[in-house]
């Protein structure tokens, strides 16, 4: 079945109604976009109300399981952790519509993004990598994306009439996703090297020379405010950096490179993750939760649970 001419009057499939998932259900729907959607943590009580809530809200059909979703969409859009990249393409694949696009937003390395294309490609799918290259929710749905595969030429027209700001980086499979774990080799790892530095910089209370001496080598950066980003956006998404950056260590030792830099963000992401569990830096559910305007409280915190633990 082809799609209809106009993209807006696709229906669209979200695959994964995380922070990302959200925000493009909430755009599209803004456009009059049929859109609906999946989450496994739908199944799980703790997040399931929220979900259902925002879905309910905004007109999103959500769908029981990755088959139902496919078996109706346009288009689909995978917005998941990286490590399920391969995982949802071969979930959805069976269902796919003939012809159907599959936009993959993942954060996974090149190797990932070219298994996922064979599962779709075979069957009958037409598989587009998407690399998302900075935080989506300054930008939204117009967050600056690159495009590769056979298809992104067909598609990328198509997503600038949806509100996209999306451009081609290659026909060729694997060139924007490495684009994107490149990139984050040194945005994933600054935020770890930030947060190592200041919190250590904290517990010897020279805090504000360490500041001070960024801003002189550093002058275009307003680093008391890049590190409280910094801090918010690791305490709440760092699970799924950390995810992320694995997929980045996969991509440099597939260069031939030993991924030192890599594992070691990965490593830190995870574990601000864990602390994050453990409500260290207060309730996931609160409001207020990871939007500290000022890095040293969430330091502080920190610094405070390793005491703790002594």
């Known amino acids: 079945m082809s799609q209809p001419r106009s993209p807006l009057h696709w229906h669209i499939g979200l695959v994964g109604y995380g922070e990302v998932g959200r925000i493009l259900a909430e755009d599209l729907r803004q456009l009059g976009v049929r859109v609906s959607a999946y989450d496994r943590k739908l199944d799980e009580p703790a997040s399931a109300e929220a979900l259902r809530s925002h879905a309910a809200n905004l007109g999103v059909a959500l769908a029981p399981s990755p088959l139902a979703l496919a078996a109706d969409a346009d288009c689909l859009i995978s917005a998941v952790t990286a490590d399920q990249t391969v995982a949802v393409a ?16 993942n954060s996974a390395s090149p190797a990932a993004k070219q298994a996922a294309a064979a599962l779709i490609d075979r069957a009958g799918g037409r598989y587009v990598e998407g690399a998302v290259m900075t935080s989506v929710p300054p930008y939204r749905s117009k967050v600056p994306l690159l495009l590769g595969g056979e298809s992104a030429a067909a598609l990328c027209p198509l997503l600038g009439e949806l509100g996209f700001a999306a451009r081609v980086a290659s026909a060729q499979l694997g060139v924007a996703s ?94 601000m993750a864990d ?21 040293r409280t969430e330091a502080d915190r920190l610094l405070a649970s390793l005491t703790q633990k002594d």
């Open 178 to 271: 490495a684009t994107k774990m490149c990139r984050s080799v040194m945005i994933k790892g600054l935020e770890a090297m930030v947060i190592e530095s200041l919190s250590t910089a904290r517990h010897y209370g020279v805090e504000d020379a360490v500041v001070a001496s960024l801003y002189e080598t550093f002058p275009g950066i307003d680093w008391e405010q890049q590190a409280a980003y910094f801090f918010q956006r690791v305490i709440e998404h760092g699970r799924r950096r950390s995810e992320e950056v694995r997929e980045v260590a996969n991509t440099v030792a597939d260069a031939g490179l030993t991924p030192w830099s890599a594992s070691g963000t990965a490593a830190r992401q995870a574990w």
């Open 275 to 295: 602390l994050a569990d453990a409500g260290v830096f207060g309730s996931k559910h609160a409001p207020d939760f990871a939007r500290s305007p000022d890095w």
């Open 90 to 105: 071969e979930a959805c694949a069976p269902a796919l519509r003939p012809g159907a696009f599959f936009l993959d937003l």
